[in-house]
Each structure stands twice: as C-alpha cells, then as structure tokens.
C-alpha cells in the first residue's frame, strides 16, 4: 500500500471488528490491529512454509484485493482515530493497534 508492505497475522479468538473471518465462529482470520510493516524483505525467509489450517487457506484464497481494501480501510479509520482519541473507542483502537509503531509509514 503505497509502497509500503504490511504482513497482517492469522489470529484466533478476535474480539474486535478489525478482521476478515477465516472462521468466524471459531472467531479466526486475518487480524489488521496486529499488522506489521515490513522493512526489509530479506526478513521473510521464502525456503519456510507458513502452517496454515485448509480451512482457513481456502478462505483467503483469490481474496487479495478484499485484504488490500481492508487494509487501507484500517490505516483510514486508525488515522482518523488519532485526531479524536478523546472518544472511547478511537483511544482504544489506537492503544491496541501495532500501527502506532510503524506511523512514518502511514
């Protein structure tokens, strides 16, 4: 996004709206509160396969754009969020949110 590279984590037990279900009643799937700027690719070792549940990798396959649009989404809303931290739920989507690590890339 922006020629940023984001890697956004496969979670269980999701609490929070920030999230593409991979299993909702398991409450799975791709966590965009958790996500993490990637600063140099020689951090993903390519010779590792990630272990993900068929069910879940079914889910997200073909679903790159949705994540994309997801993503940008979150990185909107946190932004906005950061202007009215008086607001319950804007201080709690900020305090909890790995972006507030990474905002030089935002």
Same mark, same amino acid.
């Given at each position: 996004?922006?020629?940023?590279?984001?890697?956004?984590?496969?979670?269980?037990?999701?609490?929070?709206?920030?999230?593409?279900?991979?299993?909702?009643?398991?409450?799975?799937?791709?966590?965009?509160?958790?996500?993490?700027?990637?600063?140099?690719?020689?951090?993903?070792?390519?010779?590792?396969?990630?272990?993900?549940?068929?069910?879940? %990798?079914? #889910?997200?396959?073909?679903?790159?754009?949705?994540?994309?649009?997801?993503?940008? *989404? /979150?990185?909107?809303? @946190?932004?906005?969020?950061?202007? %009215?931290? #008086?607001?319950?739920?804007?201080?709690?989507?900020?305090?909890?949110?790995?972006? *507030? /690590?990474?905002?030089? @890339?935002?």
């Amino acid at each position: 996004i922006k020629g940023v590279t984001f890697a956004i984590p496969l979670r269980s037990n999701i609490g929070h709206a920030h999230v593409l279900w991979t299993d909702r009643a398991n409450k799975c799937g791709l966590d965009f509160s958790k996500a993490v700027v990637i600063e140099d690719m020689s951090y993903i070792d390519a010779s590792r396969s990630p272990h993900i549940r068929p069910h879940e %990798h079914k #889910e997200l396959m073909g679903k790159e754009f949705i994540v994309k649009n997801k993503m940008k *989404q /979150y990185i909107k809303e @946190y932004k906005k969020a950061k202007t %009215h931290q #008086e607001v319950d739920h804007n201080y709690y989507l900020c305090r909890f949110s790995t972006l *507030q /690590y990474f905002e030089k @890339y935002l």
